[in-house]
């Protein structure tokens, strides 16, 4: 039998932004605040077209809570998560809110604290811990490289 190939996604492709708009600058001198759509092309998987609806909803619920809204057995819907995005649904769902935690630590002036209950980390030493683990940085440190000086003047959150 002929292999059948499977499209690997990755978070990119269900990531919806915390941005509400940006500032874009046009080449004749003018700039504006465009609006930060919240949507994402939806994909060939109707579960990870669920995944990314319930994600862009509230990112704070956990693998047993999101494979329990579906209304399915949360090892089933990891495995089908992992063949899927070759991450376990708690991986992907961690992979996510670490995506989330760079944009606000760039983008935005609000507490590590804050940050950890937006993105469903719960606090800040959890948080910390988390993402020093993953990038080798403390949240403040990554903030302190690579969040731009005029950041204010150039994005929009809630």
């Known amino acids: 039998m002929k292999e059948i190939k ?3 996604y990755t978070v990119d492709d ?3 932004s915390v941005l509400t708009a940006r500032l874009v600058r046009h080449a004749d001198g003018w700039s504006k605040f465009e609006k930060v759509e919240k949507f994402f092309p939806p994909t060939e998987s109707l579960l990870l077209n669920l995944l990314g609806q319930s994600l862009m909803a509230d990112s704070r619920f956990t693998a047993t809570e999101f494979a329990e809204a ?3 057995d ?3 819907v990891s495995m089908m ?3 899927l995005t070759g991450l376990t649904l708690h991986d992907f769902l961690l992979e996510y809110r670490k995506r989330q935690v760079v944009e606000y630590l760039t983008c935005t002036d609000l507490t590590v604290g804050e940050i950890a209950e937006r993105t469903g980390f719960g606090s800040q030493p959890s948080l910390t811990r988390y993402f020093r683990k993953e990038t080798g940085s403390l949240p403040r440190r990554y903030r302190l490289l690579h969040r731009p000086k005029n ?3 150039l994005y929009r959150w809630e």
């Open 6 to 8: 499977i499209k690997q």
């Open 14 to 16: 269900i990531y919806v």
């Open 70 to 72: 579906i209304g399915a």
């Open 74 to 76: 949360q090892k089933a």
């Open 81 to 83: 998560v992992r063949w």
């Open 151 to 153: 950041f204010a003047e």
